[in-house]
């Protein structure tokens, strides 16, 4: 998938924290894919914000440029 162009990532906010929906979204996998990800360490660096689980936009590019360069 040619996430670049596709407008619904392209209108992803860059300047903000995503949420879990947003995360898996960009990254195209489950929600509960993400969550059984942070339960076993790997993943993207993520942060609670109170009861809600935020992603950093360059942290999510970070960790996906490591599975690249990885893989």
Partial sequence: MNMSADPAV???PWDRTWSVKETSYYLG???ATLHQ???LGKGPKAARAGRHLRYLPAD???WLRE???AA
Avoid: H
Wanted: no cysteine; hydrophobic share 45%; charged share 15%.
């Fill in 10 to 12: 392209s209108s992803l």
């Fill in 29 to 31: 996998v489950p929600v």
């Fill in 37 to 39: 990800w942070r339960y």
């Fill in 60 to 62: 999510v590019l970070a």
């Fill in 67 to 69: 599975q690249q360069e």
